[in-house]
């Protein structure tokens, strides 16, 4: 049963979103929200500083007359094909034509799609369908997978298959991006609604089924102008950027931060630590943001170069488990570089905006810090609701909304936290079923209704249990059938006969005789971890 039914409204181009007209009224009336759009923003940047790069791809620098230029040229050919609102996914890596194809539909007044590139069939087709997608841009191949095949595939058996651009490749049956932009167009460009919906991700939830979360124009800038006022962002600095634009925090920091805080944002395609070091030395990184791992590897690989990074003035990090003893380390390391923890999600990002003050590194190590513009609540039950500026506009069906928000419209979010001296929040767990390894959202019940199906598994549950290198490592506890013996590698080849993504796959594997069921017959997985993490 719903916690709150929120009124709702249809958006200019067609989008049912929540609304909450005296929240939306104070939100204009502080300033998170505004008229004014990032359409405005690469509009006037191309006209009153057009040589200012933007965007760094490896031997490609993107001005802002050059995105400007590109961007409206693909809006031009979106709107040739399809009406506002229509939306625009694209599954790339951290390329430059991302942002051009992210901006083409933001002018285009279109909603683009971020798709996770490791994502496979089985997800592929539930987004593209449960979207309705119009188009969609893919590698032709990266890190030896054949996105052009993959689509090939997966196209026939939507309804309504979408257009299929392919970059950097051979296009085989599809289209090629660049005899898309040469088909041009005339349209004039839409007046862009702030309030409209800009962005789609999909996340991962507890119900198996990924949910697609809205962001509206003024929901991603107010997020960014929190970043602005809270981390240290001045004209001219320049974000490393190696977690994936296609999740909330590689996006804002590649596509956003350029547009809104005259930032410069540097992407890497494949994380490496030591180029990171190097790349950061050599172009004077000023910001970089990431979870566990990242801060893990940047800091091991500084370590050997023998240099502390001195233009580095932030290291945000966040999106799973955060030793505290990591964040001391950095920062006693990077000596010149603020190091803190942060708390957020897909659905409201950024909701903790972490410690800056250089002097109280123990709130940095020990909590997630201080919430920003946010608006953040402990429940009694311990779990953390949260509200802002920057909270998603609903998700695209609005039955996912069921117990999402309370009656006040806060943000449920499945997560158990605590304050420490008053004002800084700490995560203590979850309550939601859900595993975050190295920033990633796995869904057990998604993958547990899979691998019921294989033949040597009576029952099975998913749980996650600490890991210093990941945040969380996945554990399936088995029951197998009769002498059956499934492993790691059993399961593996069953996954990826299903279409699923090599990330949500479990890194162990426990065979059990039995698991630990309630009375109703509900598995306890409480129990199942308190045994795996219990000391030998």
Known sequence: MSDTVSPRRTTPTGWSVRRDDAFASQAYKDGWWQADTAADALIRAARDTPDRVLLIDGDTSLTAAALHAQASRLAQVMLARFAPGSAISFMLPNWHEAAIIYMGATLAGMVANLILPSLRDHDLRFILADLDSAMIFIPASFRGHDYAAMLARVTPALENPPAVIVLRGEAGPHIAFADLLAEGGDAQLPAVD???????????????????????????NALIRQIGRHWLVEPGDRFLVPSPVSHIGGSIYAFETPLLLGATAILMEHWNPDEAVQIMVDQRCTHMAGATPFLQHLLAAARAAGTCLPDLKLFICGGASVPSSLIRDAAAYFDRTIVSRVYGSTELPVTTVGVIDPADRDHAADTDGRAGIATI??????????????????????????????????????????????????????????????????????IEDLLVGHPDIAEIAIVGIPDPRTGERAVAVIVPCGEATPDVPAIADFLGRHGVARFKYPESVQLWDALPKNDAGKVLKAAIRATLTAPN
């Not at 991962?204 to 962001?215: E, F």
Request: aromatic residues 6%; charged residues 30%; glycine residues 12%.
């Open 377 to 446: 609540r402990i429940a009694p039950d311990g779990e953390i609701r949260a509200r802002g500026p920057q909270m998603m506009v609903g998700y695209l069906h609005p039955e996912d909304e069921e117990s999402s928000f309370d009656a006040d419209g806060y943000y449920r979010s499945g997560d158990q936290g605590a304050w420490v001296d008053g004002d800084h929040l700490v995560v203590t767990g979850r309550i939601k079923d859900l595993i975050i390894r190295n920033g990633e959202n796995i869904a057990p019940k998604e």
């Open 194 to 220: 702030p309030d409209d919906v800009r962005m789609v991700m999909y996340t991962s939830g507890t119900t198996g089924r990924p949910k697609g979360v809205l962001h509206s124009h003024n929901s991603i």
